[in-house]
């Protein structure tokens, strides 16, 4: 690690005010075609270690800011007993699958699922430097059943190529390559490797959602885990889904939905069928009859 790399990482996880972020992007731009970049093995602020490239945009969080998405990192601690099981669906390099193994512990599980070969690889590494054996990484999505579908994987040379995050089934316009890739439901995934227990789910696979949820009914039926997913207007339209039928789903379970702000507090009121969303946001189903954690 040379000098310039310590400043921008002290003062990216130090120094929280207006312009640092456009400091750091200055000394080290977020790009594929950056000269100046940082790729080897870090600790974050937890002290778990990943293998990062500051070309790459959550890479370059967990550099020079310590975290990616702090904001639901903090809810796996809440939601992942230790001996429990947690789930990452749609995990990219392991930032939260790693918090998630580190939760849960090494009597608990993790079951990763990347389809994307290009961070799967990374997700594997990160997962190996932290000797996680907790974790399960799996090669394939999730959705309503069994199947093949192609997966819209950023251009390499494009500048989405620094977000591997933006790797849809169905919602990916800006220019992309195809990888066929394996549909699973969860509920199949389950009922060859059983769990006793499910505690959390986390899905953030790109307007893909609603399918992965119509895969996991018997998982919510019978272990009535806490749901984290990702509402993008832009990506759920392009899969002509709507956050209305996810909510009638999850109702219909026994569910109630709320939203998430940036410290993962949950807003008092359930979200209810016509309630106006952001065009971006995370929204937490629990079940009616789960502990109440939301204070």
Same mark, same amino acid.
């Given at each position: ?7 921008? +990482?002290? &003062? ?6 207006? +312009? ?18 940082v ?10 270690l990943?293998? &990062?490239?500051? @070309? ?6 967990? $550099? ?5 998405e702090? =904001? *639901? ?9 230790? +001996?429990?099981?947690?789930i990452?669906?749609? !995990? ?18 993790? $079951?990763?699922?990347?389809?994307n ?6 997700? !594997?590494?990160?997962?190996? &430097? ?11 999505? $999730? ?5 093949? /579908? ?10 989405? %190529? ?47 959602? *609603?399918?992965? /949820? @119509? #895969?996991? @009914? #018997?998982? &919510? ?7 984290? %997913?990702?509402y ?21 379970? +026994?569910?109630?939905? %709320? ?19 952001? !065009? %971006?946001?995370?929204l937490?189903?629990? =079940?009616? #009859? ?6």
């Open positions: 690690m040379d000098h310039l790399e310590r400043l921008a +990482g002290a &003062l990216g996880r130090h120094l929280h005010v207006r +312009g640092t972020e456009r400091l750091l992007r200055a000394l080290y731009p977020c790009s594929p075609a950056a000269k100046r970049f790729r080897g093995v870090r600790a974050r602020n937890d002290g778990l990943m293998d &990062l490239d500051s @070309r790459s945009w959550i890479d370059w969080n967990l $550099l020079f800011r310590g975290d990616y702090p =904001h *639901m990192t903090k809810l796996w601690g809440r939601l992942a007993p230790e +001996g429990g099981v947690a990452d669906v749609g !995990a990219n390099i392991g930032a939260h699958t790693l918090s998630m193994a580190r939760a849960v512990g090494a009597r608990g599980r993790v $079951l990763a699922f990347e389809p070969p290009l961070v799967r690889s990374a997700l !594997a590494r990160n997962v190996a &430097l932290n000797t996680l054996t907790q974790v399960t990484v799996y090669a394939c999505a $999730l959705g309503s059943g069994p199947g093949t /579908l192609p997966l819209r994987v950023p251009k390499a040379g494009s500048d989405d %190529f620094a977000n591997m995050g933006l790797a849809s089934l169905v919602a990916l316009e800006t220019p992309h390559d195809l990888v066929d890739v394996e549909i699973r439901s969860l509920d199949d995934v389950l009922a060859e490797q059983p769990a006793e227990r499910v505690d959390v789910i986390k899905i953030d696979v790109q307007g893909y959602e *609603m399918e992965t /949820l @119509r #895969g996991m @009914r #018997g998982c &919510l039926e019978r272990h009535r885990p806490v749901i984290v %997913f990702e993008d207007a832009w990506a759920w339209k392009q899969a002509d889904a709507s956050p209305e039928d996810a909510f009638a789903a999850l109702h219909a379970a +026994g569910y109630e939905l %709320f939203k998430m702000d940036n410290r993962a507090r949950v807003d008092p009121q359930p979200i209810v069928g016509g309630t106006p969303l952001p !065009a %971006f946001v995370d937490l189903a629990i =079940h009616a #009859g789960s502990p109440d954690w939301r204070s």
